[in-house]
């Protein structure tokens, strides 16, 4: 069996972890990277020959490429890239905090992109490799009161499709990972939130808007249908198969929310104009 070294950011818990159990169970090595390295000390202790934890804050560019050469010295050489590192900032646009939305775009898609370039000319020398960019169904469609979110994830689709044709005469794959809802602790202790959603603010203009995601992530937190496992056996089945496609949609509801915007023509105001057609009117 060929062995590959992962790369993965915030393995501490949710889908970074349970992508973890799945290929160190499966027999590959894996670089464990979290904030905090004592959160993945018992997968450490459980592998301890296949694993290497190390500390990552994705939003730190220096931090991100000091780590990488720590693996590599370690020899640990990264084939395959996990960027997974990531969470939610809810609320309506107008009442997010400016520090709040810097730091969305930091973790969520200047992460993305310190980890893709400091691992690259690895997996360039091997000419083999896979990045997994742990995107959204929200990287696809916008939902209100998710702008940030939307705008970050919307952004890591683009990058992974636009690296992957740039870094596929190197044998490397670049796959955006869109998952739905799964049981993670994204719509809850990760949660950001805008501070009028937060303390439900009567005078808030977005009251309505607010209250109605409050209940939402209440409901949804803990009882998402997706387990998160299933996420690594599907990216372990690609390595496996040394193939990935380029999106990779996972869980019914993400699948039910591209049938009905997609498939089913649905999509919300949408023309098409050519040069030879007048101005679209409205419906
Ligand atoms: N769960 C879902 O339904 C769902 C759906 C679509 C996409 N996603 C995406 O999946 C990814 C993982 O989220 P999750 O669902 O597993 O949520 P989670 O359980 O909250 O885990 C989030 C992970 O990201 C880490 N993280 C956050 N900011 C970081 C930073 N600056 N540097 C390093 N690590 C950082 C967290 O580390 P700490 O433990 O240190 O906080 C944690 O390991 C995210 O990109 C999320 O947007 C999730």
């Given at each position: 069996m060929?062995v590959?070294?992962?790369?993965?950011?915030?393995?501490s818990?949710?889908?970074?972890r349970?992508?973890?159990?799945?290929?160190?169970q499966?027999g590959?090595?894996?670089?464990?990277?979290?904030?905090?390295?004592?959160?993945?000390?018992?997968?450490?202790?459980?592998?301890p020959?296949?694993?290497?934890?190390?500390?990552l804050?994705v939003?730190?560019?220096?931090?991100?490429?000091?780590?990488?050469?720590?693996?590599?010295?370690?020899?640990f050489?990264?084939?395959?890239?996990?960027?997974?590192?990531g969470?939610?900032?809810?609320?309506?646009?107008?009442?997010?905090t400016?520090?709040?939305?810097?730091?969305q775009?930091?973790?969520?898609l200047l992460?993305?992109i310190?980890?893709?370039?400091?691992?690259l000319?690895?997996?360039?020398?091997?000419?083999?490799?896979?990045?997994?960019?742990?995107?959204?169904?929200?990287g696809?469609f916008?939902?209100?009161?998710a702008?940030?979110?939307?705008?970050?994830?919307?952004?890591v689709?683009?990058?992974?499709?636009?690296?992957a044709?740039?870094?596929?005469?190197?044998?490397?794959?670049?796959c955006s990972?869109?998952?739905?809802?799964?049981?993670?602790?994204?719509?809850?202790s990760?949660?950001?939130?805008?501070?009028?959603?937060?303390?439900?603010?009567?005078?808030?203009?977005?009251y309505d808007?607010?209250?109605?995601?409050?209940e939402?992530?209440?409901?949804?937190d803990?009882?998402?249908?997706?387990?998160?496992?299933?996420?690594?056996?599907?990216?372990?089945?690609?390595?496996?198969?040394?193939?990935?496609?380029k999106?990779?949609?996972?869980?019914?509801?993400?699948?039910q929310?591209?049938?009905?915007?997609?498939?089913?023509r649905?999509?919300?105001?949408?023309?098409?104009?050519?040069?030879?057609?007048?101005a679209?009117?409205p419906a």
């Amino acid at each position: 069996m060929r062995v590959d070294t992962w790369f993965i950011t915030g393995a501490s818990r949710g889908i970074g972890r349970a992508i973890a159990q799945v290929v160190l169970q499966a027999g590959h090595r894996v670089v464990l990277t979290a904030r905090r390295p004592a959160s993945v000390e018992d997968l450490t202790r459980a592998f301890p020959e296949q694993t290497l934890a190390l500390p990552l804050d994705v939003n730190e560019e220096s931090q991100v490429r000091y780590t990488i050469r720590r693996a590599v010295e370690a020899g640990f050489v990264p084939s395959v890239v996990v960027n997974n590192a990531g969470y939610g900032l809810v609320g309506a646009l107008e009442e997010l905090t400016p520090e709040s939305i810097l730091r969305q775009i930091q973790t969520n898609l200047l992460g993305v992109i310190w980890v893709c370039q400091a691992t690259l000319p690895y997996l360039r020398s091997q000419k083999r490799g896979f990045i997994f960019n742990i995107s959204s169904i929200a990287g696809y469609f916008g939902f209100k009161g998710a702008t940030l979110y939307n705008a970050t994830k919307f952004a890591v689709t683009g990058l992974s499709e636009a690296l992957a044709q740039e870094v596929a005469p190197w044998g490397i794959y670049v796959c955006s990972v869109a998952p739905g809802p799964y049981r993670t602790d994204w719509a809850g202790s990760s949660l950001d939130k805008a501070p009028s959603l937060q303390s439900l603010d009567p005078h808030s203009p977005y009251y309505d808007l607010h209250a109605l995601m409050a209940e939402r992530y209440a409901q949804m937190d803990g009882q998402q249908p997706g387990e998160p496992t299933h996420i690594g056996q599907v990216l372990l089945s690609c390595v496996q198969m040394g193939w990935a496609p380029k999106h990779l949609i996972l869980g019914d509801e993400a699948r039910q929310t591209w049938e009905k915007y997609y498939l089913l023509r649905e999509f919300p105001e949408l023309q098409f104009v050519g040069h030879s057609e007048r101005a679209p009117r409205p419906a």
